[in-house]
């Protein structure tokens, strides 16, 4: 939003309510219905910062509202402060609670986190809102319509307005925080914590900061919801309500801005609009519960389609056609089946600019993983020196990718030490290790399926931009220059990928190969020392993977890229690889050149089995081998 | 070989995927009765959705997948259980929280229901066959070593009497020790008479039991033959193995 | 205090009960059912309906009810559950609110929020212990929660269906494929996930006095939670033993801050100890001490032997 298109909707937020309210005979509990309403988007807008964002379900929500409506009632009711302070000090003190009640979730994911939520609200409710001293007995406590000098809050129209403004800062500042990298950390973290931590997102502390952040425009929109109702106690911020505005958000649709907003709103309005417009008594008194009913159906309904809501449902219907149109547009000057190669991509220069050649980046020594009773690193070690491209090849279950995941932190080896150009990073997680320098992808392609190619480009460069948190959501000029630099890479990648097409499409919509060559590109662009590359060729057409060879050699020799590269496609290792580490049942058997890890003899069995080999002469015992030598050339 | 023996499995032109893309595009094969046949292909190449096709728990778009001459594309899992698919599973193998012979009696759950008089027989030859089977069968089966596992998720699929047993990357997640132990048992069971589709990917343990290959590319069989008529160069260049077996073929013949 | 432990055992059964139903359909979905207890009231309303509208026995509505509930939980398995089954635990844990939200509302449509009582089946004056008096109706519950407790252990394990179910939660797919049906074992455990928090409902109802709409959740969700969660969320028995922990617990806990300014301090304490059992034994309490009983007892046995 522009500065002057919020400026004018923030006059028109202010004027029209109050002037309608001083001018018309509008009655005025009209406006009360509709603050009721914002009030409700405020709370759809907070949840869904952390629940559609950041992805951690909270169903207690409502014990972060209360906190601070019971904050702001007291400090202004008791204590006689100004409101101002009254809704500082409780989104202050909702971050603070929602911090402590985030705690859990470094340990917790999905559903156990969702139950330590409930369990927070429940004590809040049955046991923390009902201490005397802060109830005073069970009426509760007070929230006077604010005033601020001479302007005074006290009708409804008036404190609609001061509650439009609020909705604005709550909305605006939602569009800076998903423009932000702060943002874009909560949708890596929702996303897939293993792919958000290879590109250096500290996925502890983004989740707090989700946590706090959600507590504290819950804590703000508590405030209002006190203020307009007047009193408040623990049956206000019941469980039923609280598990209403999941609903709400849900049927909005999870990470939905508009479709939270808007459904917190009509959920706000309809019921009291309802009871007052129909007047036909056998229904009059049953109305708002019969709005409950429908809007219980409702949420099944939704939840039954699309668990991502009606918004959701309409948004992947919608995509769904334009990934056709872009299959299309792709494929007009390609064979069918065929998905596009990698080409020449723009390389930022390395975390460590050029290295020297010969200088030792990646040093893996004696490491040893075990899973149980398996042990599928065994004493692994080798060296990367810069410029080389390594492959590291075995068999299937030869412990490759558990050796990947050792090196990049995503597992705990029981002994051994990985060091990146000379640092010791052993101790380090995962996502310092990417910020010290290792790129990687995943075998099991690594991107964030439900965010688009931009997005994903945009999330792969999070740890380059180094703005603060509080600037991303006051979105200062330098938080402004810094995005346009990353969002010019990511175009700039998009283009000569040839991807324009997709460019806004979620990646869930391209094939195997499309998304293999994204995930380089979002590996690349994290700027890396070092290139760890984990089957880049599964799924690939053979004509995107000769291709690959020409690429990983031009990273190498133009860029000065080091490459360490875990494949099963042989012919392209021994093509482009200058050294290969030859892993079988976690142990390295065999490390060298290619031609001689060709005529090596462990390689080949380990390969080939017992029997080939030994067909293939390798092996002692050579009586077999003589007869089936023809049938193995022809 | 006579055509009017009627396949074991047959799969025709089967296509499938998931959302918008396609992960099989017409995918054909045959088991023929007593055979060990081999899926081989490289990650992604749709080995596994092509088990799951004939498992029936990923649907067919198109095409037709018969058992015995009879089409069950339209069955679910359960019953082309007691259709007569046998399962050995990839991955974690067995009910761990079960004891072995609660394994052993959930394997025989459609034989239970249809001929619950045969199953006493049915146990007591699986431990005749297994007697390590039958020391630990009060045994949680979570608490047994890695192959004594795979032997029980063999007697488990075997105690329905299948006439196919579908064998899903028996060497994923296993250590290559066991993996071998595993391939023995599987050939003792196919000398028995059992029909068995083997999905891996370790072309190493793999060839050393099939005796028919079908290799799949890029969700289409590109190569299909016996074992003993194989073109192995053709065969190491789908696998993408091409030049260690040349290499080694070229030195074996110095 | 010991009169606090006797009630805590009271009580605390109940809180089994509703836990077995919640560990019963996380065993044969993987979700946690958080409209269990709204389940419970329902059953409630519809047995009050039958005995104070119509002229219906206890024992005759209380079945009725307890069927009603049974298939409320299975129509939402075929219709929700069943369509859902592309979607993660957690959206079908989202969707059991929906389903407590609607059973309120319509309990809130259909019938108005004032208090009401649904007398137990037993009258008499009940039995005293360490100065507690219980009731005739919660003996009765003792009773039958050890009988379902027995009654659904032995059918776990005894029967092949059983054995599917407990095979549901280690491995659906791999249920399948020896050929038992998914759909039925979910349909099974949904249905009696219901009946059993129906059950549990109309046992604890005259020891508590009055219900109004949602009620059951309020008081009970998170106490049941915490029971199913120190069982290890999929142990039937371990739900049983952890029903009677924290039951126990906020018995005690009452009893200890019984005068004090702190009202509700036994939510508190639940509170914590779902928070410490997640955080330090995720398996469940039940199950680390069980195993390190065994333990124990191996060492034991095998030194008595060399």
């Known amino acids: 939003m522009t500065s002057r298109r919020a400026a004018a909707l923030a006059a028109l937020a202010v004027v029209a309510p ?131 000098g001479p302007i005074s809050l006290a009708e409804n129209s008036d404190y609609l307005a001061f509650l439009l403004l609020l909705f604005l800062a709550f909305w605006i500042l939602d569009e800076h925080l998903t423009s932000s990298r702060l943002g874009r950390g909560f949708l890596g973290i929702r996303e897939d914590e293993q792919v958000a931590a290879s590109y250096g997102i500290d996925i502890a502390r983004t989740k707090l900061t989700a946590f706090v952040l959600s507590g504290v425009l819950a804590g703000i929109a508590g405030a209002a919801f006190g203020h307009l109702a007047l009193l408040v106690n623990s049956s206000t911020f019941s469980l039923q309500f609280s598990l209403s505005i999941v609903a709400w958000v849900i049927i909005g649709g999870l990470g939905s801005r508009v479709g939270v907003a808007v459904s917190g709103l009509l959920f706000g309005i309809f019921p009291p609009t309802f009871e007052r417009l129909i007047t036909w008594d056998p229904i009059r008194d049953h109305l708002d519960n019969l709005v409950l009913v429908i809007g219980a159906t409702l949420f099944l309904v939704t939840i039954t389609i699309n668990p991502n809501g009606f918004v959701g449902a309409v948004r992947e219907k919608r995509e769904e056609k334009e990934a056709d149109a872009a299959r299309k547009a792709l494929r007009a000057g390609l064979d069918d089946a065929e998905d596009p190669t990698l080409p020449s991509l723009p390389v930022p220069p390395a975390r460590h600019g050029d290295l020297a050649p010969g200088t030792t980046v990646l040093e893996v020594s004696d490491i040893v993983v075990r899973f149980g009773g398996l042990t599928a690193v065994d004493h692994a070690s080798f060296e990367v020196k810069a410029g080389e491209i390594v492959g590291l090849i075995g068999p299937n279950g030869a412990g490759k990718t558990t050796l990947f995941d050792a090196i990049g932190g995503f597992n705990q080896p029981r002994s051994g030490s990985v060091r990146l150009l000379g640092r010791d990073l052993s101790d380090l997680p995962a996502h310092e290790r990417a910020n010290a320098g290792l790129g990687r992808t995943f075998q099991r392609t690594g991107l964030a399926m439900a965010l688009t190619v931009r997005e994903n480009l945009l999330l792969a460069q999070y740890a380059l931009a180094s703005y603060d948190n509080l600037a991303a959501l006051a979105r200062t000029s330098a938080v402004r220059d810094a995005e346009a630099v990353l969002g010019a890479r990511a175009d700039e990648v998009i283009e000569a990928l040839g991807f324009q097409a997709f460019s806004d499409l979620p990646v869930r919509h391209l094939s195997g190969g499309q998304r293999r060559i994204v995930e380089i590109a979002c590996t690349l662009a994290t700027a890396p020392d070092l290139l760890m590359l984990d089957e880049p060729t599964a799924g690939m057409a053979p004509a995107a993977v000769e291709n690959l060879a020409d690429r990983l050699r031009e990273l190498r020799d133009e860029h000065g890229r080091t490459i360490l590269l875990i494949e099963h496609h042989v012919p392209l290792v021994l093509d482009v690889c200058d050294r290969i580490v030859v892993l079988d049942q976690g142990r390295v058997i065999a490390t060298g050149e290619p031609d001689a890890i060709l005529s090596d003899a462990n390689v080949l069995q380990a390969y080939l089995g017992e029997r080939a080999a030994r067909q293939a002469g390798l092996l002692p015992d050579d009586d077999v081998a003589g007869e089936r030598d023809g049938e193995l050339v022809g | 070989m006579s055509d009017d023996v009627t396949p074991r499995l047959q799969l025709d032109g089967i296509a499938t995927g998931f959302g918008g893309n396609t992960v099989l ?31 029936g728990l990923q649907p067919a778009w198109e095409g037709r997948v018969l058992l015995d001459g009879h089409d069950i594309t339209d069955l679910p899992a359960e019953e082309r259980v007691a259709a007569g698919l046998g399962h050995v599973t990839q991955g974690r193998q067995v009910f761990d929280g079960l004891t072995v012979e609660q394994n052993l009696r959930l394997g025989a759950y459609t034989l239970r229901r249809r001929h619950p008089e045969r199953y006493a027989e049915r146990l007591e030859a699986m431990f005749t066959r297994f007697p390590r089977l039958k020391d630990r069968r009060s045994q949680p ?114 | ?40 009231t329902f059953a409630l309303y519809l047995a009050w309906t039958m005995t104070h509208e119509r002229t219906t026995s206890w024992w005759t509505a209380a079945i009725l009810a307890i069927l009603a509930t049974g298939a409320i939980a299975l129509l939402f398995e075929r219709l929700v559950v069943q369509r859902m089954h592309a979607a993660s635990p957690l959206a079908i844990a989202v969707a059991t609110i929906g389903l407590m939200l609607l059973l309120t509302a319509i309990e809130l449509l259909f019938w108005d929020p004032s208090p009401r009582f649904l007398p137990g089946p037993l009258e008499g004056d009940g039995i005293r212990v360490a100065g507690l008096v219980i009731s005739p109706t919660q003996l009765l519950s003792l009773v039958v929660v050890a009988g379902l407790g027995y009654g659904l252990t032995q059918f776990l394990r005894r029967t092949d269906f059983g054995l599917g179910v407990q095979a549901a939660a280690m491995d659906p797919a791999a249920l399948r494929l020896v050929g038992v049906p998914l759909a039925e074992v979910s349909g099974f455990v949904w249905a009696t996930g219901g009946m059993l928090a ?108 060399s």
């Open chain 1, 18 to 148: 109050v002037l309608l309210g001083h001018t018309t005979g509008i009655a005025s509990v009209w406006y009360r219905i509709v603050a009721i309403g914002v009030t409700y988007a405020l709370m759809t807008l907070s949840l869904n910062v952390l629940m559609g964002y950041a992805g951690q379900i909270s169903l207690g929500h409502a014990g972060f509202l209360a906190v601070g409506a019971y904050t702001s009632g007291l400090l202004t009711s008791r204590a006689d402060l100004s409101f101002v302070i009254g809704f500082i000090v409780a989104g202050l003190v909702g971050g603070a609670v929602a911090l402590l009640v985030g705690l859990p979730a470094l340990r917790l994911r999905g559903l156990l986190l969702a139950v330590t939520t409930i369990g927070f609200l429940v004590m809040m409710t049955e046991s923390v809102l009902q201490w005397r001293w802060l109830s005073r007995g069970s009426a509760g406590v007070e929230l006077p319509r604010p005033e601020l």
């Open chain 2, 25 to 55: 595009h017409g995918v054909d094969l045959t088991v023929a009765p007593g055979e060990i046949a081999g899926v081989l292909g490289l990650n992604g190449a749709g080995k596994s959705v092509t088990m799951k096709v004939v498992a």
């Open chain 2, 141 to 254: 089966a979570g608490t047994m070593s890695g192959g004594e596992q795979a032997m029980l998720a063999v007697g488990r699929a075997l105690m329905s009497n299948p006439s196919l047993l579908l064998v899903d990357e028996p060497s994923a997640g296993l250590a290559p020790a066991i993996v071998a132990e595993l391939f023995d048992l599987l050939r003792s069971v196919n000398e028995d008479g059992v029909t068995i589709l083997l999905v891996e990917q370790n072309v190493a343990f793999a060839l050393d039991v099939v005796d028919s290959v079908h290799v799949l590319q890029r969700g289409r069989v590109v190569h299909a033959g016996a074992t003993d008529e194989l073109d192995r160069d053709e065969l190491a260049a789908h696998l993408g193995i091409g030049r260690l077996l040349t290499a080694s073929v070229g030195r074996s013949g110095r």
């Open chain 3, 1 to 40: 205090m010991t009169f606090a432990l006797v009630s805590g055992v009271v009580v605390g059964a109940i809180y089994g009960l509703f836990a077995v139903g919640i560990v019963l359909v996380y065993r044969g979905s993987r979700v946690i059912n958080f409209a269990a207890p709204a389940l419970g």
């Open chain 3, 198 to 305: 129906a059950i549990a409902a109309l046992l604890v109802e005259p020891t508590i006095g009055a219900f109004g709409p949602g009620f059951m959740t309020q008081a009970f969700f998170v106490p049941s939670l915490a029971a199913a969660l120190v069982g290890g969320l999929d142990d039937v028995n371990g739900a049983f033993v952890g029903g009677i922990v924290v039951g126990v617990l906020s018995e005690l806990t009452s009893w200890a801050f019984l005068g004090s300014s702190v009202p509700g301090a036994s939510t508190v304490a639940v509170f914590i100890l779902i928070v410490v059992v997640l955080l330090v034994v995720p398996g469940g309490l039940v199950g680390a001490l069980r195993e390190r009983l065994r333990t124990n007892l191996l060492a034991t046995a095998t030194g008595g032997l």
